[in-house]
């Protein structure tokens, strides 16, 4: 089962920021957390990772709260092209090499234009 | 240039067949795996595969048996089809554990 709890859809206009909360309460002090996203009929897209730091790349940002027992997903100037199914993961770290990905029902995102 | 290919992208075939779905990674990636999406858009791990060793065997009939040849091809072989098994098949490669790279997927529809 997935350890993570996601709202089922969100809506966020074009151009402004979508932020994406996911509850993790039970993560452990070596489990990541992960974002991918799905969009419609296509392979799920790795997004970003954290563990406790706050993350950055060119996609998203990813924020983690101290206790780490929730995050946010930014995106920071969302297009039409990010309306997708977003899911939020929990997961071992590399010494679990057996760990795997487990996929909850995610966050339907839909931009709006 | 594709990064994880799939092949073929549909495959109806009728029950009690045998099939094969290919799966190529252009990447250089170590670790391989095969995971199931189901019509409620489930999407489960069925496979891992590390330097051509099998890492993860999920819970899925021994029907199903994945087959590496070399680290860039893992393919996913399907014995004695059921209707159960219409579903979209992805393959994905890692690099370094944490990201995964899917491919374009292969919906499965058994008649």
């Known amino acids: 089962d997935a350890k993570t709890t996601q709202p089922t859809s969100m809506d966020c206009a074009e151009g402004r920021a979508a932020n994406l909360p996911c509850n993790h309460s039970?993560?452990?002090?070596?489990?990541?957390v992960y974002w991918y996203r799905q969009i419609h009929s296509q392979g799920p897209q790795y997004i970003i990772h954290?563990?406790?730091n706050n993350e950055t790349n060119e996609m998203a940002s990813l924020i983690i709260t101290e206790d780490r027992k929730s995050s946010t997903l930014i995106l920071p100037h969302a297009t039409l092209r990010d309306t997708a199914v977003y899911y939020c993961i929990v997961r071992g770290n590399e010494h679990y090499r057996d760990d795997k990905i487990i996929f909850g029902k995610g966050t339907r995102l839909h931009i709006l234009p | 240039d594709t990064a994880v290919s799939q092949t073929p992208k549909y495959l109806v075939t009728q029950m009690g067949n045998d099939k094969s779905i290919k799966c190529e990674q252009n990447l250089g990636h170590d670790t391989m795996y095969w995971y199931k999406q189901d019509s409620k858009k489930f999407l489960k791990i069925m496979f891992s595969y590390n330097n051509k060793e099998l890492i993860i065997n999920e819970t899925v009939p021994n029907r199903f048996s994945p087959k590496s040849p070399d680290k860039a091809h893992l393919n996913l072989h399907i014995n004695s089809l059921e209707l159960g098994d219409s579903a979209v098949y992805f393959c994905?490669?890692?690099?370094?554990?944490?990201?995964?790279?899917f491919g374009p997927g292969t919906r499965l529809t058994v008649t």
């Open positions: 954290g563990l406790k």
């Open positions: 039970t993560i452990s002090g070596n489990e990541y």
């Open positions: 994905a490669s890692s690099p370094d554990y944490y990201e995964q790279y």
